[in-house]
T-cell receptor, first 115, second 112 residues
Framework: GAVVSQHPSWVICKSGTSVKIECRSL??????MFWYRQFPKQSLMLMAT?????????EQGVEKDKFLINHASLTLSTLTVTSAHPEDSSFYIC???????????FGPGTRLTVL | LAKTTQPISMDSYEGQEVNITCSHN???????ITWYQQFPSQGPRFIIQ???TKVTNEVASLFIPADRKSSTLSLPRVSLSDTAVYYC?????????????FGAGTRLFVKA
């Protein structure tokens, strides 16, 4: 199946700093990518839909100025957590839409810990 | 978007067949049903997808009745490594677009 990578796989940062997470579709082009956040023992929560060449669509309750999303190419979307705080510590997962029956391929996730 | 309802958890033993049923009463005409498996600290992994009737691949079968208001994921002869959370998702080109909303999932425990 198609492969989606994320970088970094884990990151630890100080409170107040910004962290960028990359999501890449390695062997296919994805006009649409999705960003999720998952807290321990909870389900994935959709944060935003990232469309190549246009502004991301954020879910209700997700601050667009805090979670900056850029989808500059058909194989790369980035999520920047600005001025991170300890409550932003979570597992961030991206997915890329294959364009076929809404089948999504998920990245391995990025563990963010804010001290 | 169609909401899904699954059992919170299930227990099984190695070698048994496991069936996980998902309810999606307001599924739209062009929605597809997709099941994912997730291990701790990993992204979800695609298991199987279907629209109606039965679909089978090398790891699972998916049974969808004619009214499509539910679906059942069948895992034959589970092993300890099948312990994971299983998510049923319903999405497609309906008014909600292509975004995917995850339900709570079913936590499967396989015992020796």
């Amino acid at each position: 199946g198609a492969v989606v990578s994320q970088h970094p796989s884990w990151v630890i940062c100080k409170s107040g700093t910004s962290v960028k997470i990359e999501c890449r579709s390695l062997d296919f082009q994805a006009t649409t990518m999705f960003w999720y956040r998952q807290f321990p023992k909870q389900s994935l929560m959709l944060m935003a839909t990232s469309n190549e060449g246009s502004k991301a669509t954020y879910e209700q309750g997700v601050e667009k100025d805090k979670f900056l999303i850029n989808h500059a190419s058909l194989t790369l979307s980035t999520l920047t957590v600005t001025s991170a705080h300890p409550e932003d510590s979570s597992f961030y997962i991206c997915s890329a839409d294959s364009g076929r029956n809404n089948e999504q391929f998920f990245g391995p996730g990025t563990r963010l810990t804010v001290l | 978007l169609a909401k899904t309802t699954q059992p919170i958890s299930m227990d099984s033993y190695e070698g048994q067949e496991v069936n996980i049923t998902c309810s999606h009463n307001n599924i739209a005409t062009n929605d597809y049903i997709t099941w994912y498996q997730q291990f701790p600290s990993q992204g979800p992994r695609f298991i199987i997808q279907g629209y109606k009737t039965k679909v089978t691949n090398e790891v699972a079968s998916l049974f969808i009745p004619a009214d499509r208001k539910s679906s059942t994921l069948s895992l034959p002869r589970v092993s300890l490594s099948d312990t994971a959370v299983y998510y049923c998702l319903v999405a497609g080109g309906d008014t909600g677009g292509f975004k995917t909303i995850f339900g709570a999932g079913t936590r499967l425990f396989v015992k020796a």
